[in-house]
């Protein structure tokens, strides 16, 4: 039986451990690790302190099918819908351009349940707090260091993590990439944001009419959304969540000051658009320094190998694009990887 680990338990992550398990069954054991203490990566959720108001998506907010993936990744829009990890996303958001015969879906359970869904299919060994800061190559085997100390030997190793945090990593990654690979992983741009969840208590109704809306001519804020209301979640003795996505610029002018003081910033823009909103329990502040990938790697199949034997293969949405079907398209180039050498 082939040791495989997956670092990363994000979307790309968690479909590589899916795909995997029902392509190879019992022929593989598969861990995932993650630094994270759950499941998500830039498909996160976050649940307020106590559970008198709804959770709010932080990363990634809808899932826009074109009408070319909606065909071409039929089977994985289907079985979320069957199960109902999907559902069309049909309230108001203001300023969503609509592209001809895309249709938007929302998660009633949060962006996570889509990471959730497929590691929970892929019965793997979840490992949370498992920060990867070193790979070296050991004759057939890679041993993977980690943070918290210690190591462990693994046949294959799938690394899903942001390209920077993959060229950060100590031991002997980096130097078996050759000119050109090291070349297009260095080219590789990301966006930066902040994002904001305010929780509201169960009294609290929202006054405007939308789910979400798009907010031009702000330098601060991009985006602001009723998280529960976009997900039809809305239900009495919660209440309902906002969620907050600051512009490019803004997450880039402020990208190395701490989080706790940049939220001042962005609450007092939220007040001046919004006057009437009420004030939350609680609040919670996230810096994406890696948010959507504006310069992927060129010319790529969806994947990297880095290493024939013993496998090593990047993926992730940096070697496709910055969404659910890039990382369906990555994920599922990776597995014709894996299936060749295992
Ligand atoms: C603000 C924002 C809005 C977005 N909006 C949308 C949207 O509306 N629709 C859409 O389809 N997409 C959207 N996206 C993009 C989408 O979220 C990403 O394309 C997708 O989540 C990427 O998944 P991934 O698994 O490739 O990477 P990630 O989700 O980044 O997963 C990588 C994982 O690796 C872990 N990791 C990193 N380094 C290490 C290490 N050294 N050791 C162990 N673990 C490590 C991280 O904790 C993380 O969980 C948005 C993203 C952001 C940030």
């Given at each position: 039986m082939s040791r495989v680990l997956i670092v990363g338990a994000g979307l790309t992550g968690s479909l590589c451990a899916c795909l995997l398990r029902r392509e190879l069954q019992s022929r593989v054991h598969i861990q995932v690790w993650d630094k994270a203490r759950g499941s998500g990566g830039r498909m996160s959720t976050s649940r307020p302190p106590d559970s008198s108001s709804h959770s709010a998506d932080l990363g990634a907010q809808y899932i826009t099918a074109t009408s070319a993936y909606a065909q071409s990744h039929h089977s994985f829009y289907s079985e979320l819908l069957s199960s109902g990890v999907l559902q069309p996303l049909d309230s108001l958001v203001e300023g969503l351009k609509q592209k001809d015969g895309s249709k938007d879906y929302m998660t009633p359970l949060g962006m996570s349940s889509v990471v959730k869904h497929f590691l929970s299919q892929s019965e793997a060994d979840l490992c949370f707090e498992h920060h990867v800061t070193g790979l070296y190559c050991r004759g057939t085997s890679w041993e993977v260091q980690r943070k918290a100390g210690g190591s462990e030997m693994f046949d294959v190793v799938v690394l899903t993590m942001p390209v920077p945090q993959i060229?950060?990593?100590?031991?002997?990654?980096?130097?078996?990439?050759?000119?050109?690979?090291?070349?297009?992983?260095?080219?590789?741009?990301?966006?930066?944001?902040?994002?904001?969840?305010?929780?509201?208590?169960?009294?609290?109704?929202?006054?405007?009419?939308?789910?979400?809306?798009?907010?031009?001519?702000?330098?601060?804020?991009?985006?602001?959304?009723?998280?529960?209301?976009?997900?039809?979640?809305?239900?009495?003795?919660?209440?309902?969540?906002?969620?907050?996505?600051?512009?490019?610029?803004?997450?880039?002018?402020?990208?190395?000051?701490?989080?706790?003081?940049?939220?001042?910033?962005?609450?007092?823009?939220?007040?001046?658009?919004?006057?009437?909103?009420?004030?939350?329990?609680s609040i919670k502040c996230q810096k994406w320094r890696y948010s959507q990938v504006l310069t992927s790697v060129p010319d790529c199949p969806g994947q990297m190998t880095i290493l024939d034997r013993p496998l090593l293969v990047c993926g992730g949405d940096a070697f496709s694009h910055s969404n659910f079907d890039g990382c369906v398209e990555s994920a599922l180039s990776v597995l014709s990887v894996l299936k060749a050498s295992l």
């Open positions: 060229l950060q990593l100590e031991g002997d990654v980096v130097q078996m990439l050759s000119v050109q690979q090291k070349q297009q992983l260095d080219g590789v741009v990301y966006s930066s944001r902040f994002a904001i969840a305010l929780f509201f208590p169960p009294d609290v109704i929202f006054s405007f009419p939308w789910a979400a809306r798009y907010v031009t001519n702000n330098h601060c804020i991009r985006y602001i959304a009723a998280d529960s209301h976009k997900r039809n979640a809305d239900t009495p003795g919660r209440g309902p969540s906002l969620v907050v996505h600051t512009s490019v610029p803004f997450g880039l002018e402020h990208l190395e000051r701490d989080k706790e003081d940049v939220q001042p910033i962005i609450l007092q823009e939220l007040y001046k658009l919004l006057p009437d909103l009420p004030q939350p329990i």
